[in-house]
Structure formats: structure tokens, C-alpha cells
């Protein structure tokens, strides 16, 4: 939704609040300099003027807001974290040594936000369950990265898939 809110023309600037439903959005031309519209399923619609009131005081209060740029940067950080846990829930399922266990880190991660990455290209998701439907296919693809031996790229994948659930 961000991506798509900042490529509308005469858009300046775009941030979103933590909740990722809150958008700011200020034109070129200084009108409307703090429009404030809320993400619903497929679409935005502007909120009232109560409503962005209160939306507007809470950023003006210093509640932080992300630009489409600082969104891939905390995508990263989401990739690192989650690759960290996963690599502990493999080693935990499959004998793998420290080189190994780091290197199965490392495809994770590289997985994780190559992908993250391509859903930001392509506008983002109307909504965050998309990780989950798509978390079997990725967990296929950073094993197939790590060319692991088949018994052990299997009990990995057996737990990885409810892994996430867990965490």
C-alpha cells in the first residue's frame, strides 16, 4: 500500500504508523500537507476529521512513522531475526554442525529478504497473512539452498513448518 500511495502523482512524501494502517501523505504542490487516509481490506479511504485528529496528535506526540525506504531496512532486520530463530529450530531438529547451522543461517536469511524485498517492488500486500501462505515455499527454498542431506533437510522442513506458529 505504501508503494503504491508514494507513486500516485503529485504525492511528495508517505509514512506510515506502526500499525501499517495509518498513511501521512503530503503533496507536491503543500496543499493537503497532512492528509491522512486508513488501509482497509484492498483499499484506502480517508478518516474523519476526528479521526485524523487523533492519528495527527499521536504523530505529532512523536509516535514514528516509516517511509517505504525504512520499511526494507526493518524488512532486513525481520529477516536476520527470524533467521536466527529458525537456524536454532533447525539445529534443534538435525544434527548440523557451527559452519553448517550458520551457513543455513545465512540462506535463510538471503531467502527471507529476497523475498520481503520483491513484495515491497511490488507495492506490499494488503495484508500480512501473505508471509504465512507463503512460508512452505520459502522454507523449500532456503533447504534447497542449503543442499543439506535429505534426512536432515527433512526433519528441518517437518519443524520449520510450525515453527512460526510458535513464535
Not at 505504501?2 to 500499525?19: F, H, Q
Not at 520483491?118 to 542449503?146: C, K, M, N, S, Y
Not at 527433512?154 to 506458529?165: G, S
Request: net charge negative; aromatic share 6%; with cysteine.
Amino acid at each position: 500500500m505504501l508503494a503504491r500511495l508514494t507513486s500516485l502523482p503529485g504525492v511528495r512524501d508517505v509514512r506510515v504508523d506502526a500499525s501499517a494502517r495509518h498513511f501521512r501523505i503530503r503533496a507536491d504542490d503543500g496543499t493537503d500537507d497532512a492528509v491522512v487516509c486508513a488501509a482497509v481490506p484492498g483499499r484506502s479511504v480517508l478518516i474523519g476529521d476526528n479521526d485524523a485528529r487523533t492519528q495527527q496528535a499521536a504523530w505529532d506526540r512523536g509516535e514514528p512513522t516509516f517511509t517505504r525506504e525504512t520499511l526494507a531496512g526493518l524488512s532486513l532486520l525481520e529477516a536476520r531475526v527470524l533467521a536466527v530463530r529458525l537456524a536454532s529450530v533447525a539445529a534443534a531438529a538435525a544434527p548440523l554442525d557451527e559452519a553448517t547451522r550458520h551457513a543455513l543461517e545465512e540462506h535463510v536469511r538471503f531467502t527471507l529478504l529476497t523475498r520481503l524485498l520483491e513484495v515491497h517492488a511490488d507495492g506490499g500486500r494488503p495484508d500480512t497473512g501473505w508471509f504465512f501462505l507463503e512460508w512452505p515455499t520459502l522454507a523449500a527454498r532456503a533447504l534447497a539452498r542449503a543442499d543439506l542431506p535429505p534426512p536432515a533437510a527433512a526433519a528441518i522442513r517437518a519443524v520449520w513448518l510450525t515453527a512460526l506458529a510458535s513464535a
